[in-house]
């Protein structure tokens, strides 16, 4: 299960705690989130000190995101090591 908690921060930034496991259906959630917040021209900051797993897919997405200027915030070493090792 993944939790996403919003936060905006004036004028353009929300910031998107994730806490939980990023898997299945819930990479689909992400994405979604964030493409809706990017189509919006929104800045995207996502912070993932609460995600606790994450599966290839999710790791992929993570790599996408950053590469379209989604920043990685506050990332645990076993996800920063396995969204890094996806990018190989």
Not at 16 to 39: F, K, M, P, T
């Amino acid at each position: 299960m993944l939790r996403l908690t919003r936060t905006s921060k004036p004028p353009h930034e929300v910031i998107l705690l994730l806490e939980g496991q990023i898997v299945a259906q819930w990479v689909r959630l992400l994405e979604d989130e964030c493409r809706e917040l990017l189509s919006a021209d929104r800045q995207i900051l996502l912070d993932l000190s609460g995600v606790t797993y994450l599966d290839r897919q999710a790791a992929r997405l993570l790599r996408e995101l950053s590469d379209r200027s989604v920043r990685l915030i506050n990332c645990p070493p076993l996800v920063d090591e396995l969204v890094r090792e996806d990018a190989s």
